[in-house]
């Protein structure tokens, strides 16, 4: 029997779609895989590939039709064992769908796609003249939540102690005043109830903005993270999404210990269906907070307490919102790359500093956002320097540091002058004594010290 080939749904809100030009003919033989035609949409345009094997039949739909519908017949496939169709000229309009119900795996594997694949935007101009305020990490967090909550009657807040008591690290300072305890919502001891409470009011049209006291506790909740929240866009073909932001400090703090000294954000990184950010200074973390809040995927935001203190430039704009999925490079170099994020970022900062006195100029290039991760801003700057260090404050093993060397070595090979080293803390549950914990800690001196190596000096 004849495959009918229908118009996909290349995003999950996309209902009908642009037949911008056919890639096959009838009587071409195909394979899975295949790109068959390109489909335009409001958004982009995109490749539509075959998932099956054979001979194209008809072509119903011609090119240029504008606004077939998701589940229109526009092409058929005979399988092997079938004669080819007589090669027919596609004038006809498009087949009005009884039902737009696009083929399901193409659906499924379409729903989570482009998303990720979508260039992200760039930063938005900063007008010239813009005031610049000086804003604690921890205020900027406060006020990303505080425009959105002001902005979006669907956005809450829920975790332990973040209503009477302002945040176990003051980051809901004032929200319980300005929004009331039905938006600022204090929990029990239990990551796993409100994560799920936030899961399901997300599914259900809400913005759950969950607060973990730390990202150590979420292990309780991380079921609804991994198999609730990350899984419902893909498993529902796109018809149902999770708009929750999980947040909370990540990875050591000082002299906690081993349970409460951890960094997570290899292991959501590596969880397709969440957004993973981990933000250094008080201007991302205003505008990612708030990119968050928006984004119809669940986002796991990773903030550090070691920071919350630390005070940036925030430009004093009506809506200051970042593109998620897009690193910076926030210093210029020629001579070698150091890549990193969230306290890294200042580690690798003070190593540039000090390889400056020296002769070497590094480039600093902070990812900001873990997944999507931005390969082409990591890889336009080794193309240019030829050298790179990735440097970050976690574990060595199965981190964000060899997915960084993965990319090198696969896509970068060319531009390497030297092998790509990472800086991570020591492969150790975080000692407590204080001697110990400073040995097991990235610093900007061991950032140094690798970036020595690449270069040769
Ligand atoms: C799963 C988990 N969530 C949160 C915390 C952080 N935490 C440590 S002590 C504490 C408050 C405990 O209060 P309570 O049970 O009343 O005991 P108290 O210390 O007042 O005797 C919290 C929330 C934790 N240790 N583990």
Redesign the pocket.
Known sequence: MAIELKMPALSPTMEEGTLAKWLVKPGDTVKSGDILAEIETDKATMEFESIDEGTIGELLVTEGTEGVKVGTVIATLQGEDEPAAPAASPEAAPAPAAEPAADPKAQAVAAIAPRHDAKPAADPEIPAGTTMVPTTVREALRDAMAEEMRADPGVFVMG?EVAEYQGAYKVTQGLLDEFGAKRVIDTP?T?YGFAGIGAGAAMGGLKPVIEF?TFN?AM?AIDHIINSAAKTNYMSGGQMRCPIVFRGPNGAAARVGAQHSQNYGPWYASVPGLVVIAPYDSADAKGLLKAAIRSQDPVVFLENELVYGRTFDVPQLDDFVLPIGKARVVREGKDVTIVSYSIGVGFALDAAQQLAAEGIEAEVIDLRTLRPLDKETVLASLAKTNRMVVAEEGFPICSVASEIIAIAMEEGFDSLDAPVLRVCNEDVPMPYAANLEKAALIDAGKIVAAVKKVCYR
């Open positions: 332990e001891i990551e006291m506790f309780q």
